[in-house]
């Protein structure tokens, strides 16, 4: 695969800018206020919707070029809001992300191992905001994460979640420069 006309052709797709464009592995096609991505062989690979608000585009999972993909959009602040109508297909969306983070969208057991790597220095009571999930519409510190026989449980102020460790899961990650949690009384 050749990451570098694939990646520039990725990038005019998410942005709208290329109505027509190609390479050897993958070609822009518009279609009724959308574009759609698709293999040499002509299959959908992805498709975004130019007209709607969040902006949202749809991938086939296990695709060839699902990586350069997801990356591409994890890097413009879109994340896996679930399932697609179309099978076999998820659905990004754009989200605002709060200053001073960065998003990331991967599998739980690396969000648990970037948990465990931090959560020794932090008191008990201190409230975390160096990660926080994305749960019913909003941001939300994560209070514990644990880890057993590939199922990762993720608790927070609302809620529990429980995904196996493949799961993709959508986190922020306070950037460097500024130690911010509450202080537990």
């Not at 999972?61 to 879109?78: T, V, Y």
């Not at 196996?164 to 420069?177: A, M």
Request: proline share 3%.
């Amino acid at each position: 695969m050749n990451s570098t006309n694939d990646a520039t052709l990725i990038e005019q797709f998410i942005t709208g800018k290329a109505v027509l464009a190609a390479n050897q592995n993958l070609r822009i096609e518009p279609l009724f206020g959308a574009n759609r991505l698709l293999d040499t062989n002509g299959a959908l690979v992805a498709s975004i919707d130019l007209t709607s608000q969040p902006t949202v585009i749809t991938i086939r999972q296990g695709c060839a070029s699902w990586s350069l993909l997801h990356a591409a959009l994890c890097d413009r602040n879109f994340m896996i809001m679930g399932k697609a109508d179309q099978l076999g297909f998820l659905r990004y969306e754009a989200q605002n992300i709060p200053l001073g983070y960065k998003m990331s969208s991967t599998e739980a057991r690396v969000l648990w191992k970037v948990w465990a790597d931090t959560v020794r220095s932090f008191n008990q009571k201190d409230i975390r905001l160096d990660l926080l999930i994305f749960d019913r519409g909003t941001w939300y510190p994560i209070q514990e994460i644990a880890c057993q026989r590939g199922i990762v449980l993720i608790k927070t102020l609302i809620n529990s979640l429980q995904l196996q460790d493949g799961d993709y899961v959508t986190w922020i990650q306070r950037q460097p420069g500024e130690n911010l949690h509450s202080q537990g009384s």
